[in-house]
């Protein structure tokens, strides 16, 4: 399948690795490594439809998109990030 969507995160140009982890891929926070384009993180991926969450982890470190104002709580109090996807019309 083709990407449907781009994550993308800015800044952290000191880390050594960047993930994303969602309930996209059951939240491994090693599978889905992202690429660095300049001054942000990159992954393209084909997500399912409907409401996606998800995380970054940044050097072993958690933490909702900071460019994204979309999120909810969690059972660990620390948030998930969200994105739709919806159907191409």
Known sequence: MSPNYTFRLKGHEKA??????????????????????????????HLPLGKNRYKFVVDGEWIIDPANKLWEQNEHNTGNSIIWIEANR
């Open 16 to 45: 050594k690795a960047v993930y994303v982890a969602g309930d996209f891929n059951n939240w491994d926070p090693k599978a889905l490594l992202m690429r660095r384009e300049g001054n942000e993180w990159v992954f393209d991926v």
